[in-house]
């Protein structure tokens, strides 16, 4: 059955000598794995469909979807929303980067989520048209992210009790934490490099111990090196 939907693209793997799996979070059906053909051929036609399943890349898309199945296939697709600076700037492609490695691990195949994917489009969004003031986006982002992985924390006051035994916590830490989870992206929190580093351990720390196989995130040291202070 031939259905429309938007979706944010997670990435690829390569399958063949001419196709790709790529992992798309949609709208419509949640996260699931598509078989693209014909996209690493020679040719230009090629390398313009490839274009359109980097990571993070907001399509339109037209799948032939049926349910239960493990590989689904695309008839039709188009960019939703043209990034402008995203994959073009290096410190907000890092970010991208980092992002996309996270949500490759935190995400599973469990239907769909409209709200998830709304906070996801929402926030991909926000990220390509700021211009100042994103240092702390990541941060924020991971924070925002928790409640819809259904673990219960909306405050730092439960972040950190599930956590109390690995840190020492004071009030300026909650604080803090707290102000990150509830402020818009636009309402920008100063915060220092060693001060971000901080909260990314902590934040990263909860993430492993609640998701299996979650392990160590490559992209971490770039991300580290650009936002170092």
């Known amino acids: 059955m031939l259905e429309k939907t938007t979706g944010i693209v997670l990435g690829f793997t390569r399958y063949s000598e001419t196709s790709i799996i790529c992992r798309i979070f949609t709208k419509k059906f949640g996260l699931n794995s598509y078989m693209i053909n014909g ?83 929402k926030s991909m969004i926000f990220l390509d048209d700021v211009e100042t003031e994103y240092e702390n986006f990541h941060i924020q982002f991971l924070l925002k992210l928790i409640p819809f992985l259904g673990f219960g924390v909306d405050s730092a006051e439960d972040f950190f009790e599930l956590e109390r035994p690995q840190f020492e916590i004071n009030k300026m830490t909650t604080d803090y934490v707290n102000a990150l989870m509830k402020l818009e992206y636009t309402d920008y929190l100063p915060m220092n490099g060693k001060m971000r580093r901080m909260f990314l351990y902590w934040i990263l720390a909860f993430y492993r111990s609640h998701l299996e196989d979650f392990g160590y995130i490559r992209s971490l040291t770039v991300l580290k090196e650009i936002f170092e202070e």
């Open 39 to 121: 996209v690493r051929q020679k040719s230009k036609t090629s390398a313009r469909k490839m274009a359109l399943y980097q990571p993070l890349t907001i399509l339109d898309l037209v799948i032939y979807y049926k349910e239960n199945k493990g590989l689904l296939r695309i008839s039709d697709s188009s960019i939703d929303h043209p990034y402008r600076s995203l994959p073009f700037e290096p410190k907000k492609s890092s970010i991208a980067l980092f992002l996309t490695e996270i949500l490759r691990k935190a995400l599973q195949e469990e239907g769909a989520n409209e709200e998830l994917f709304d906070f996801l489009l």
